[in-house]
């Protein structure tokens, strides 16, 4: 039951009538107070009841971070009357919707859509419960209100700004490694079938023994290898909450591994992905399924980075577990001189002695102009100083790390994603894997 301002309006109007009899206040005051009731009372009876006001929420499954999407109501007027109403619905801030509350006038049995943009600022999982509706009486005075459980999940997935720069080089590669449907024969290193020898063949194809059996020239064709592996690890410790050009470590690897994931898959790779912290939170087995980048990005997009010390030795056995052939493994880290030495490096060799290990990291922009810039005062000489000894201790920590086995990619911010995709085709052109 609810009580409409309208209501306070009306009898402030007719309170002034207990002055006009002032032998008898209190009879006079009894009729406002009963006139008052009795045309909320009416009012609330002619206010249809919600329960009959039938109201469903669409949303889109999933949303990503860096692009707007939909939701809607669509509204029934049951009641048998003409409904004046109002909802609002329960969406966290960071949805950033363009409004939560509508009001409408809907006649008897008349249907109306309502609809919001969405503007994720927060990616994550984000339950939308509670919906409140609330209906006017037709006088004004009166209303009734009730509250809707209607559980749903807006999943809002990691950003990839390189998306388009994943699809180019998978178009490139297709023509250059002969993978589209119509493949052309020629280099590689996988075996792909005997034919009869043509005049734009080399002579070093000739399978002699074949060429023997036939009683004509025969040759060899190959094919770029297919069914590799490439599995990424993602450190999600305490290091990858650090922000880097306003976003979160965590989130430039999230794109990296969805580029070379879109990369690899569509090159027929095989691809998985393990995300550790202090233990390991899960894991997605290698496949070169086309539904692939969705289950990588579906692992991913509701981790938060862990504030503790990543346990490389545990995932690093993890891995080992988990695939035993030769693989190459992209691990997303900082590159902090005592974490890699005290963490990192000591659990490096269980992997490099049967794998290709690349350490992937972002540098941070503003480190390097602290370290170059001329400081001016005394806090800046001090913001000088520090930068320029994270900068040598990152040099160290790459050089130790070289010198290791691994492969190390320290990247600008928009710029890791590139350049592991390029190493993986190179990898994959000299045949390494």
């Known amino acids: ?42 009012d609330w009876f002619l206010t249809p009841d919600p329960s009959k006001i039938a109201i469903s929420r669409e949303l889109p499954k999933s949303l990503a971070l860096d692009r707007a999407g939909t939701a809607g109501w669509v509204v029934t007027n049951s009641s048998g009357r003409p409904a004046s109403l109002a909802f609002a619905d329960e969406f966290a801030p960071s949805l950033n919707v363009t409004t939560r509350r509508a009001a409408l006038e809907l006649d008897r049995g008349r249907t109306a859509t309502v609809e919001t943009d969405i503007e994720p600022t ?74 009869d020898f043509t005049v734009d063949d080399e002579f070093r194809k000739i399978d002699w023994s074949a060429t ?3 009683n004509r020239m025969i040759v060899r064709t190959y094919r770029t290898e297919r069914n590799q592996t490439v599995i990424n690890i993602m450190d999600n410790g305490r290091l990858m909450a650090g922000q880097v050009a306003g976003v979160p470590r965590v989130e430039h690897a999230m794109d990296a591994i969805m580029a070379v994931t879109t990369v690899a898959v569509g090159l027929g790779d095989r691809t998985g992905l393990l995300i550790f912290d202090k233990t390991v939170r899960t894991a997605v087995s290698a496949s070169a399924r086309s539904t692939q980048l969705t289950s990588v990005t579906n692992a991913m997009y509701d981790i938060e980075p862990e504030l503790a010390e990543s346990d490389y030795h ?77 900068l040598a201790g990152r040099l160290r920590a790459t050089a130790e790390l070289r010198r290791a086995g691994a492969t190390v990619i320290d990247a600008p911010p928009g710029k890791l994603a590139a350049r592991l995709m390029d190493h993986y085709l190179d990898v994959k052109a000299k045949g390494k894997l």
């Open 1 to 42: 039951m609810i009580v409409r301002k309208r209501l306070a309006i009306f009898a402030a109007l007719i309170a002034p009538a207990v002055l006009l009899a002032p032998d008898q206040p209190w009879l006079v005051l009894g009729l406002v107070v009963v006139a008052v009731l009795a045309v909320w009372l009416v």
């Open 212 to 214: 023997a059996r036939a």
């Open 122 to 195: 927060r990616r994550g999982r984000f339950e939308i419960g509670e919906l409140a509706v609330r209906l006017d009486g037709p006088l004004g005075f009166a209303g009734r209100q009730q509250a809707r459980w209607l559980p749903q999940e807006l999943r809002v997935l990691p950003r990839f700004p390189s998306r388009a720069e994943a699809e180019l080089r998978l178009r490139r590669s297709r023509l250059d490694m002969g993978l589209r449907s119509a493949r052309m024969r020629g280099g590689g290193s996988e075996f792909e079938q005997l034919r």
């Open 314 to 390: 545990s995932a690093f056995t993890e891995v080992l577990v988990r695939f035993s052939r030769r693989t190459m493994l992209i691990i997303h880290t900082e590159l902090v001189e005592q974490t890699i030495n005290d963490f990192l490096l000591p659990a490096l060799p269980l992997l490099t002695r049967s794998h290709i290990v690349v350490i992937a990291a972002v540098r941070d922009p503003e480190i390097e102009a602290w370290a170059t810039d001329v400081p001016a005062n005394a806090e800046e000489a001090h913001r000088h100083a520090a930068a320029t000894a994270s």
